[in-house]
């Protein structure tokens, strides 16, 4: 299994910045399992909220699959979403936040500048 990457949260928020979204919305994720970028636009397109507020707990810990009817993880990647959520008993996310007490917060990946800028497009 691969090493789960520690950052600070200070280092989770300049990552996000550096996506140069046009907004928090559109900060995009990587789902740990089904590799799918997803951000809050696509949590509330999938209809798990109404706006960045009713769906920011989901972000970046579950996986948009899971409001939208999709499977369990494959083996593989194939492009679709999955039901994954990082609330769940098996711990097999990649990334950890960090904060100033110590304590860990399991997150999926940061997706990149332009993976996230594809996403925003994508969602309008
Ligand atoms: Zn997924």
């Known amino acids: 299994m691969a090493d789960i990457r520690k950052i600070s949260i200070e280092e989770f928020h300049g990552e996000l910045r550096a996506q140069g979204v046009s907004g928090k919305q559109h900060l995009a994720f990587r789902c740990p399992m089904c590799a799918t970028i997803q951000s809050a636009a696509s949590l ?3 209809g798990a909220g109404e ?29 679709q979403p999955c ?11 990649k990334l950890e936040v ?4 110590g304590k ?7 997706a990149t500048a332009d993976e996230a800028s594809a996403l925003e497009a994508a969602n309008g």
Do not use: M
């Not at 706006?51 to 593989?76: D, H, I, M, W, Y």
């Open 98 to 101: 960090i904060d100033a007490d």
């Open 44 to 46: 509330i397109k999938a």
């Open 83 to 93: 039901n994954w959520t990082l609330g769940g008993f098996l711990r097999l996310h």
């Open 51 to 79: 706006n960045f507020e009713q769906v920011e707990k989901f972000l970046g810990f579950s996986c948009v699959g899971r409001f939208t009817g999709a499977g369990s993880p494959r083996k593989a990647p194939d492009g």
């Open 104 to 110: 860990a917060y399991a997150r999926f990946e940061i």
